[in-house]
């Protein structure tokens, strides 16, 4: 059986908000997020290149961003050491978090969105309670020796990757840690949408792919660079394909299963590919380089929607 892949560039889109750091679908795939580096976030419907709405309140470049459950607020996060909660429809500022030490690189919901969940490079944790008023952190997870690079939370779990080559998973149902020594720097973190592995994207420009209760490394995908910056991976929507940016400006794709490569995205300009979101159901994919986030999709979908 063939699967559809989102081998066709079918825009670029300039975002005019200096380097794109990141670029996020929304839970529905309808919309997208751009965090700039000159302190604003954008939120835009990828699938025409229409920009919608441009929030601004970071002090210093916007790192990572997230859409909640129902698409009604945005938590984002930067160099400024800030968390912000925000109103989708109004733009303005609900909440600001503060009390990490240092940059804020990933932020993350809960999954009913009740709570913010955020990783920088003072090495914690913080989780913020999205209804209350207080600014204080409702817990602080700090065994991380070094820079909290990744952030990905489930309905009873938060799973974190650091510089100093671990993969934490807290299982909040009992209370428990679990930590697993990978050896080089982890630039990305996610599970499996099956919950059982976790998929790792490491500074030895490997991939890899792991058994969640037992650590055990199930895969390992090969050939594209990370060796010097914070690198999205990411699995297809059906769960089929392991997907990386890499530091050649290409993205490469391979089976899950076999290992091996089954395509190669190559870009306009041959930049640090660092930051893809792929559609939660559809064959699209969103990827950042510079200033500009790409939009690609299966070849075959876009001669039926022509015709």
Known sequence: ??????????????????????????????????????KTLKLWNPHRGILIKTYMGHGYEVLDAQSSCDSSQIVSCGMDKAVILWDVASGQVVRKFAGHVGRVNCVSF???????????????????????????????MDDAKDSVTSIKV??????????????RRYDLRIGQLFCDKIGKSVSSVSFTRDGQCILTGCLDSTVKLMDKDTGEMLAEYKGHKNV?????????????EVVSGSED?????????????????????????????????????????????????DPEVIQVDDS
């Open 1 to 38: 059986m063939s699967t559809s892949l989102p081998t066709s560039l079918v825009r670029s889109v300039d975002c005019k908000q200096g380097a794109v750091r990141a670029v996020r679908f929304n839970v529905d795939g309808n919309y997208c997020l751009t965090c700039g580096s000159d």
């Open 110 to 140: 809960n999954e009913e969105s009740t709570a913010a969940m955020s990783g920088s490079i003072d090495g914690t944790i913080r989780c913020w309670d999205c209804r209350s008023k207080k600014g204080e952190p409702i817990q602080i």
């Open 154 to 167: 489930s309905d009873h779990e938060i799973l974190s990757g650091s510089a100093d080559g671990c993969v």
């Open 228 to 240: 010097d910056y914070r690198i999205d991976s990411c699995l297809s929507s059906s769960d089929a």
């Open 249 to 297: 400006g290409c993205v490469y794709i391979w089976n899950l299963v076999k290992q091996h490569r089954v395509e190669l995205l190559i870009h306009p300009v041959t930049k640090v590919v660092h930051s893809l979101s792929y559609h939660p159901e559809r064959a699209i994919l969103l990827t950042a380089s510079e200033g500009k986030f790409h939009y690609w999709q």
